[in-house]
């Protein structure tokens, strides 16, 4: 068997399997609960790129494990107004911190970037008209939403 | 690929895992009562001193949310604003006598300044 031939297609496969497939963002508008009083929304995701694709950790908000990051998904957090702080477990931490105010809606993208024996994942920050628009891309990897 | 590639690849993925905290220090903000937008009238890029590179777009609006020793605090109203250096923090920028002389971090409540301040004229929004 040709290894040349056969990696690449492997990889690929790989990359391709790790990637979200869930409903997309308009389709469960809907369901999408309204945010309770004192609250505001998080919105969680990650571009659709198979740079990185296998690594794929787990995000924390304010030290609980909320989600994990994987390519072209997406999910959402309601948290009490406050400082927020968002991390990846990858090779090495890198901290997200920002406000939430009642009733504001954040978007956090996970960006995959070079480290040293591995690809790492690390949160930033993005303009809502930026989040908003590429949230529509993106696939719903969630728990079930009631409908 | 030639092993100088590698060793260049190496060499940028360390000094990535190396990058310094953001210089701040404690201060404390007096809310204002201000209530007029403001509007960047030009544009203003700048590099901070952890080597990332910023920019505030003109036309950005801001409202004037409080001061600190350092100049008065500007929040943005439809964009958001990080510094980065090991970790990326919200920021506001805080602006003197038409100049971007730093930030204030809303999580950590601490200012970190620009080395090197940079032209930020601001307007009131008309109405």
Redesign the interface.
């Known amino acids: 068997m040709n290894c040349t031939k056969l990696l690449p297609a492997l990889l690929l496969s790989l990359a391709i399997a790790g990637c979200a497939s869930g409903p997309k963002h308009s389709e469960l508008a809907s369901a999408i609960p309204a945010l309770k009083a004192g609250e505001g929304r998080i919105y969680f995701y990650r571009s659709n790129s198979m740079l990185g694709a296998a690594v794929q950790p787990t995000v924390s908000l304010n030290g609980n494990v909320v989600g994990d990051s994987k390519p072209g998904g997406f999910f959402f957090v309601d948290a009490k107004a406050g400082?927020?702080?968002v991390t990846t477990a990858t090779?090495?931490e890198?901290?997200?911190?920002?406000?939430l105010e009642p009733r504001q809606t954040r978007y956090v993208r996970t960006v995959i970037?070079?480290?040293?024996f591995m690809g790492r994942v690390?949160?930033?920050?993005?303009?809502?008209?930026e989040g908003e628009a590429e949230l529509r891309q993106m696939s719903y990897i969630g728990s079930a939403l009631k409908k | 690929m030639t092993p100088m590639f590698f060793a260049v690849l190496a060499t940028a993925a360390i000094l990535g895992a190396c990058a310094t905290e953001v210089v701040r220090r404690p201060t404390e903000i007096s809310p204002s009562s201000a209530s007029h937008p403001l509007v960047a009238t030009g544009a203003s890029s700048f590099t901070l001193d952890s080597g990332y590179s910023r920019s505030i777009a003109a036309g950005t609006e801001f409202m004037e949310l409080g001061r600190i020793g350092e100049g008065r605090v500007l929040k943005p109203l439809k964009a958001v604003f990080t510094v980065e250096g090991a970790h990326m923090h919200e920021a506001y920028p805080v602006e003197s006598g038409g100049r971007l002389v730093g930030f204030y971090l809303p999580v950590e409540r601490s200012f970190s300044p620009l080395s090197r301040p940079v032209d930020l004229v601001l307007e009131r929004k008309p109405e």
Not at chain 1, 94 to 99: A, E, I
Not at chain 1, 113 to 116: A, E, I, R, S
């Open positions: 400082p927020m702080e090779e090495v890198k901290k997200l911190t920002f406000t970037g070079m480290g040293v690390y949160p930033e920050l993005v303009d809502p008209t």
